[in-house]
């Protein structure tokens, strides 16, 4: 999922029309300038025409359009697994495939891991950069089985399992390590995963990406460091309870604005800043729309992939322990994706003349003294989210215990 990633993102949004962060002639002359030629560009639509977008994304993944034999050997391989697979999963994602060079969701790796472990019973169809919907409406398209599996964020995901926004309380799990200690924890899965079996979907892994920014629209010029410095700034946010009373709790105006406009949003000046990851911002186009961007790690991206209940339990149970050894797998992949995937956001964001900021620790301190999970403003959320403060407690010792996994800070 390493190549061509500026070009991909533009291309698939230029070709599909969903979910697209730029114009359609600005797609064009980014496609122009920076990557595919006429020849791969008719080449992928042909390939789509005939063989199916899947097909043609896997040959752009994998470099293949710049040849006619290799991109066809590519799409008829994709041709032959589809027609031997007993199963079919349509995977929907908001993101296009080439994005995990920066932003390491993972999702051809996650289909052909299941593939794979399947013995090729199962046949994955992906449905990337919003075809079938993204955010909350990629969960409702999964919980209606319209599709099978689905990513989102934990964010978008709450309204449909608002136990999961939990995670959105600042510091106690906004580290990479504590976050993947926490959501592969006995505890989490115990107290948390039945809560969203109950609602018909079956929670398959979480991608660990790195906690929120601050990030600032070329409107603002200061950077931010301290909690003083939000008050009164126009703050987009996710459907996230959570995060709309932390960011007035910082005197901010939260503003809830579905992701698919957001980067409208901060370019016409109707928020002036939002807060997710590096990696997002930057595979989503906003690195010539933002000045500042400040790593306060207040919370974690926190991003899962999830399917259909219903769709999952009448699978033959040898098809069931290959979806989930395939998760278990890619989760692996993705913790030692992380530190690459950064460092690339890093190095393009501020090539784009973004500057980049890293709280002191004392800097940190006052954050946590104004928002932090251990204050009491937030006792009445993990009461009724954890069930009780002993229950959050719970969680939280999951969180603060080292398991089976690892994955780098910075």
């Given amino acids: ?72 050997q590519v799409v008829r391989k994709e041709a032959e697994l589809k ?58 398209e999964v919980q209606k089985a319209t599709i099978q599996a689905g990513q989102c964020s934990i964010s978008n995901f709450s309204p449909f399992a608002p136990e999961v926004d939990l995670i959105n309380i600042p510091y106690w799990c906004s580290e990479n390590q504590k976050f993947v200690n926490l959501v592969t924890s006995d505890t989490w899965k115990k107290e948390i995963h039945p809560k969203i079996e109950a609602r018909g979907l079956k929670p398959l892994w979480y991608p660990c990406i790195d906690p929120r920014t601050l990030a600032v629209g070329k409107g603002v010029k200061e950077k931010i460091t301290t909690p003083e410095q939000m008050r009164g700034i126009k703050f987009r946010i996710p459907n996230s309870t959570i995060l709309q009373r932390l960011y007035r709790h910082l005197g901010a105006h939260p503003i809830l604005v579905e992701w698919v406009e957001a980067a409208n949003a901060i370019r016409l000046g109707s928020v002036d800043a939002l807060d997710p990851s590096l990696g997002a911002l930057y595979v989503f186009g906003f690195k010539n729309l933002l000045s500042q961007i400040t790593f306060a790690d207040i919370i974690q991206d926190a991003q899962m992939y999830f399917c259909n209940l219903e769709w999952f339990s009448q699978l033959p149970q040898p098809l069931k322990a290959s979806i989930d050894f395939a998760s278990e797998m890619t989760m692996r992949q993705n913790h030692a994706k992380v530190p690459a995937a950064r460092a ?52 939280k010792e999951a969180a603060d215990t080292p398991g089976n996994y690892y994955v780098p800070e910075r």
């Fill in 1 to 72: 999922e390493g190549g061509q990633l500026p070009q991909i993102v533009c291309y698939l949004n230029t070709t599909f029309g969903r979910n697209s962060q730029i114009g359609l002639s600005s797609a064009q002359k980014k496609i122009k300038d920076k990557g595919l030629t006429s020849t791969e560009r008719r080449r992928f639509l042909k390939l789509s025409a005939i063989f199916g977008a899947t097909g043609a994304m896997v040959a752009l993944s994998k470099g293949a359009l710049g040849s006619q034999e290799a991109s066809a």
């Fill in 83 to 140: 027609a031997a697979a007993s199963h079919t999963m349509i995977l929907g994602t908001a993101y296009a495939p080439g994005v995990s060079r920066s932003y390491p969701i993972m999702q051809l790796d996650f289909k052909e891991n299941i593939q794979n472990t399947s013995l090729g019973k199962i046949y994955v169809k992906l449905a990337p950069a919003g075809q079938v919907g993204s955010s909350g409406a990629l969960a409702r």
């Fill in 344 to 395: 690339h956001a890093e190095m393009q964001m501020t090539s784009a003349g973004v500057k980049l900021h890293r709280l002191s620790p004392d800097e940190k301190a006052q954050w946590m003294q104004k928002v932090g999970a251990q204050l009491d403003i937030w006792n009445d959320v993990k009461k009724q989210l954890a069930g009780s403060l002993s229950q959050f407690d719970k969680l």
